[in-house]
């Protein structure tokens, strides 16, 4: 998993990335400008609002959040059966939209090919 | 027919899902809802088999039913007229929109194609313009508007909106679905700009199984692009640059 989720880091344009299950980090690469503190209140603040939407009976699988200085991109591994909210993410902090489009290409083949594995 | 009951998180049921079963049922009365932790009540009126209104606090209509749906636990009391029942429309609880793209993309682009740096409004002579000490209500610029007739694509429609205007090839009824949701998108934005220390996003795009939905925040309003089954957020991002706008 972590030489995928390395090539993921790496991607033209990403400036930080973050593998957590519902607000639990599993793995990260975070700029310097994040504090672990505030890594952490992102991927909760995340995965909170992914089940916000879930209860609300619209699951989602992509969100894009586009600050001042930085972008957030959010990839949602689909539920697992009998789950309604996904629990598993990939958040990536991004320079600038025009890296979104290949990011979600790539990560969506990482999440095909952890689901066929 | 009266009932009666709580939904929680242990209940496996939602908001949305009762009502709908209480529409499938053709049966019309009011539902009663409390929210015993804040003291908050609602209520949603089902009749002619059709949510017919709604109420929650301030909010009315969609807005209403929307933030209803986020809350829980409730507890709630169906109350039945006495009138009967009458046929009902199963499609009537969706609050989504009923425009809306529908052909799935043929293939992804690499790379989002090259966004314009600027976003020139249409170069006008000066004019003397009278002065008016009243402030004016937020509109949809010339530029937005062209940006709305020009940006739709075969798999998703452009709109926008400030202050009261809404343009674009969507329903008029699902104005106001529009307006809710990127209420609550930036609401939901919220914990995610505290934790980078940012301010508001300018632009927010989410994507589900059946549409992408995107909104730029303009003066007054947002701009907007909705996308059908099978698009993502790459397919609706991309706005003009939001820092010129």
Redesign the interface.
């Known amino acids: 998993m972590n030489q995928e989720i390395e090539k993921l880091a790496a991607l033209d344009g990403v400036n930080g990335l973050f593998v957590h299950r519902g607000g639990i980090i599993k793995w990260q690469r975070r700029p310097d400008s ?1 504090s672990i503190d ?2 952490g ?2 991927c ?3 995965s ?2 992914f089940a ?2 879930a ?19 959010v990839l949602a591994r689909n539920p697992a059966a009998g789950e309604t909210a996904p629990d598993m993410f990939l958040t990536f902090l991004l320079r600038d ?2 890296a ?3 990011v ?2 790539h990560a969506a083949a990482y999440f095909d090919s952890e689901s066929a594995n | 027919m009266n009932f009666s009951g709580t939904i929680d998180e242990t209940s496996g049921m ?1 908001m ?2 009762l009502i709908e079963r209480i529409v499938h049922t053709d049966t019309p009365g009011e539902l009663r809802l409390h929210d015993e932790a804040s003291g908050r009540r609602a209520t949603v009126a089902i009749r002619r088999g059709m949510v017919e209104d709604v109420s929650f606090g301030e909010l009315t209509g969609d807005p209403a039913l ?1 933030a209803i ?2 809350v ?1 636990p409730w507890t709630f009391e169906f109350v039945g007229d006495e009138a009967g029942a009458v046929p009902s429309h199963p499609s009537m609880v969706s609050r989504r929109p009923k425009a809306r793209a529908v052909v799935r993309p043929a293939a ?5 194609s ?2 314009p740096l600027e976003f020139d409004a249409p170069a006008a002579a000066p004019v003397e313009v009278p002065v008016s000490t009243e402030e004016e209500p937020p509109c949809l610029t010339e530029a937005h508007r062209a940006w709305i007739a020009a940006a739709g694509t075969r798999y998703c429609i452009p709109f926008g909106a400030a202050g009261n205007e809404f343009a674009g090839e969507v329903h008029e009824d699902d104005h106001a679905y529009f307006r809710s949701d990127y209420d609550f998108l930036l609401a ?2 919220g ?9 508001a ?9 059946e549409r ?1 939905t ?1 909104y730029c925040t303009i003066p007054g309003g947002f701009l907007g692009m909705i996308g059908g089954a099978g698009t ?3 397919h609706v ?1 991309d706005f003009p640059g ?2 010129t706008i």
Do not use: H, W
Request: charged residues 20%; aromatic residues 4%.
């Open positions: 994040l505030n890594a209140a992102l909760n603040a995340v909170k609002a916000s939407y209860r609300a009976e619209r699951p989602l699988m992509e969100a894009y959040f586009e600050f001042a200085s930085q972008s957030v991109l939209r025009p979104a489009s290949v979600i290409r | 939602t949305t899902r929307t749906s986020q829980m992804k682009p690499d790379a989002i090259e966004l939901t934005a914990g995610i700009a505290r934790s980078l220390g940012c301010d996003p300018q632009v927010i795009a989410i994507a589900e199984a992408a995107a993502g957020v790459s991002i939001s820092r």
